[in-house]
């Protein structure tokens, strides 16, 4: 039988997830919802459809509320960190298992005991994408052996433009035409000053040493057009960086076109009935 999903936010990752339904590029998965406070982006991608959903929402409460929505097996939230936060306990207790892409959701420690108590009273996941990194694996292989994690992540001015960071200094990141090192910090503070840029480094955080631990520096260079991250680690048997150069997606240059692709793949093999291939 298919798995039925509900899809949170639909920009440009919720937008190519339910495209990529659509075309039956996911075996043994069905798209029964959509979820958007913005009406337009909602029915924008509801047009492109050409399986349609059973139904389109823009409020949580009808949503949470309707025939369709008790049926659904998985939700996959790709909407903003507040989201996730708003969202995530409710639909856990509801049953459904989550997929999440706003990973930095759980840098706030109260919400991250939350969620880790909600799944233990209920027999469900959460299932969050390696997204616009790779080596999640070895870093959970180390982790009760690493000595220092840094993530470095180097982004243009238009990639980084609009984090709350830039309003909290006066900075206008317009006016910044070098390549600059504009905040080296833990991945709490990164994931408060850089909600849309710096999920990877919630997952490195999870994966690995936590969130107080890992080190997160961001560079805006003025002259690249891609979004880079370097992932360092050193741990009592050795070291190893992860290093990725990602070209953003088209629809949101704060996005990665590998975090989409990620989010695709995490989506397969959720509703694969058989071989998992490096989980
Ligand atoms: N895990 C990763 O590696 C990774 C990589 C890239 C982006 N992300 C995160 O994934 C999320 C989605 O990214 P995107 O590029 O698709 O963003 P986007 O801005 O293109 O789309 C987000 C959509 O969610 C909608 N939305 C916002 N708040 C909502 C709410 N409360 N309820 C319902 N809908 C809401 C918006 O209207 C928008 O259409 C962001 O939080 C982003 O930071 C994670």
Known sequence: MDLKVAIIGCGAIGREIALSIDAKKIPNCKLSILFDIDSLK???LYKNLHTKPSSIFDDFDELVASNDYHNVNLVIEAASVKAAQTYMAAILKQG??????????????????????????????????SGAIGGADIIRSVKNYIEEVTIVTTKSNKSLKGAPY??????????????????????????????????????????????????????????????????????????FQ????????????????????????????????????GS
Not at 98 to 126: H, K, R
Not at 215 to 224: E, G, Q, Y
Request: proline residues 5%.
């Open 96 to 129: 459904k298992d989550i997929m999440i892409m706003s990973i930095g959701a759980f840098s706030d420690p109260a919400f991250y005991e939350n969620i880790i108590q909600v799944l233990t009273d209920n027999d469900n996941n959460v299932f969050l994408p």
């Open 42 to 44: 909602l029915e924008s």
């Open 166 to 239: 830039f309003y909290n200094n006066d900075i206008d990141i317009d006016v910044i035409k070098e390549k600059k090192v504009i905040f080296d910090g833990n991945a709490i503070n990164a994931i408060k000053e850089f909600p849309s840029n710096v999920n990877i480094s919630a997952l490195v955080s999870l994966a690995g040493i936590g969130f107080e631990k890992t080190r997160v520096k961001i560079v805006v260079d003025p002259k690249i057009i891609n979004n880079q991250h370097e992932i360092q680690v050193k741990w009592k048997f050795g070291s």
């Open 242 to 277: 992860i290093n990725v150069d990602n070209i953003p997606s088209p629809d949101n240059p704060k996005t990665s076109y590998l975090a989409i692709l990620s989010a695709i793949e995490c989506l397969r093999g959720i509703c694969a009935k058989n071989l998992k291939i």
